[in-house]
Structure formats: structure tokens, C-alpha cells
């Protein structure tokens, strides 16, 4: 349980940090800016859209009786729109990292400046980076999608849907945010989505300490924005706990041994450890 004390420490420090740079704060909000005034537009849409939605796909209630019409497609529309909610506060975070992605490739490596002083390099023009971080969050995402609608549908089970359906929901929500935010600072360190994802599984209580809170958090309107530059912070200096030198024995099963002794390199071979990767996310107990 220490682990998720030292997981939320990781993003208050984030925050401190970018709190003493203020420049490197400013820097950061541009990208979030972007993306909020984009999925502000889309939860909009919904909003008044859902009502609508719902009508379509239940014609078969148009003869229900006074209240059992109502309550159903009240309840439906409010789970429509929980469901958008939902994926929104789940991509958000890897359409900010795409869209500013040489923003926050640079604050990581102030970061990784100031408080380690080496700042490891991938070596690969921007272009390539772009393409590996857009390649590997559609991985991640489809993975999210997956979980959303299996959550979706528990919903609707009585007691279990509106009381462990929403714990595991943010559950979910932090742990694919950490991945998403860590794999700035450790994509430069070579490492690929499959390893990237046995090393968080490997210290799964550190992750969601990190990650539950900062999902709760982008629930609050604009609060993704400014959270956004001190979160990308605090997973560099995550990411550093987690490679540290006394870590690596601890994950290198979860790492080394499942991607055959490759942590680098990108390509077809970067393709393959990503698909593996990505179908091994399930948040259970680490197989090492």
C-alpha cells in the first residue's frame, strides 16, 4: 500500500516542479488548450444529442407505459453521455501528448535535467516519434475501448453497476493515463510499448497511486489543462523510480525476458511488441 502514497507523491511533485519553472509551465498549457476547446465541441454535441440517440435505439419501448419509458431512456441517455465522458477523459491525455508532442518531449527532458542531470536521447528524428507515439496510443485506446463497453455493460447490473462498476472505472481510467504520461520520458529511453507495459504492471500500486488521482482530477472542467505540464513532470520522475537501477531486477521479467531480450529499437519489430503488449494489459496479477 506504500506504493500508492509514493505514486500520488510522484504527482505533486510534477506539480511542484513545473510551480518553480513557470516558464516550462506556460510551454506546457498550449497543447491542453488546443485539445480542450476540441472535446468541448464533441461533449457538447453529445449532450444534446444523446436524448435523441437513445429514441433511435429503443423503439421497442415507444409503447411503454408512464414511468417505465421515462426512467429507461432517462437512464440510458445518462449512461450514454458517462460512456462519452468516460472516453474523453481517457483519450484526452493521448490526444494532448500527440498533438504536443515536442512540447512535452521538451519539458520531460528539463526535467530529467534538473533532477538526474542525464537525459537520455531515442535517437529518432521527430516524425518517427510522432508516428510511434499516434501508433501505440491507438493500441492503448482500443484496449480502453474494450474495457469502457465490458464496463458499460456491468452498468446495468443492479447494486454491482452503481457501487465496484465505477470504482474499476477510474481504476481503468488512471492506470492507462500513467502508461500514456510515463511513455514520454521512457519511449526516449528505448523502451517499447510491451515493455513499457510490464513495467508498470510490475509496480501496479505505484502506477494507479499516480494515475487515479490525476483521472478523478480531469473530471473537474479545465482541470486537465492546467494539470496537464506538472502531470507530464511527475511521470518523468516516475518513469526515472522505475528504471532505477534497484528496480530493474524487480521487472526485468516483465520486461527483458517477454520481449526476448529486446528493450529497443522500433519498426516492424517495435509493431510486433506493441500488439503483444497491448493484449497484455489486463490489470491482474503481474506473470513474472
Known sequence: MRDL????????QGQRWVGRHGRWFGFGLLPGLITLVLYAA???????????????ATPFADDWSSPWLGLLRTT???????FGLFLAVITFTAVTLLV???FYESLSEEVDRTEGGEVPESGLPLWRELWISARDSVR??????????????????????????????????????????????????GMVLKDRLALLRGRRLLTL???????????????????????VAGATLLACDLVA????????????????????GDGEDDASAGVTGVTGVTPGPAAH
Open 5 to 12: 502514497g509514493a505514486g500520488f507523491g510522484y504527482l505533486v
Open 42 to 56: 464533441a461533449l457538447v454535441g453529445l449532450g444534446y444529442g444523446a436524448d435523441d440517440l437513445v429514441d433511435w
Open 76 to 82: 440510458l441517455t445518462v449512461l450514454v453521455f458517462g
Open 100 to 102: 504536443g508532442q515536442p
Open 140 to 189: 492503448v485506446l482500443v484496449r480502453v475501448g474494450l474495457y469502457s463497453l465490458l464496463l458499460f455493460a456491468l452498468g446495468f447490473v443492479p447494486v454491482l453497476g452503481q457501487t465496484v462498476v465505477p470504482v474499476l472505472g477510474f481504476c481503468v481510467t488512471g492506470y492507462f493515463l500513467a502508461e500514456e504520461l510515463t511513455a514520454v520520458a521512457l519511449q526516449r529511453r
Open 209 to 231: 497511486g499516480f494515475g487515479v488521482p490525476l483521472g478523478l482530477a480531469f473530471l473537474v472542467p479545465f482541470v486537465a489543462v492546467f494539470l496537464m505540464p506538472g502531470a
Open 245 to 264: 537501477p534497484g528496480n530493474e531486477n524487480e521487472n526485468e521479467n516483465g520486461g527483458e525476458d517477454e520481449n526476448g531480450g529486446e528493450n529497443g
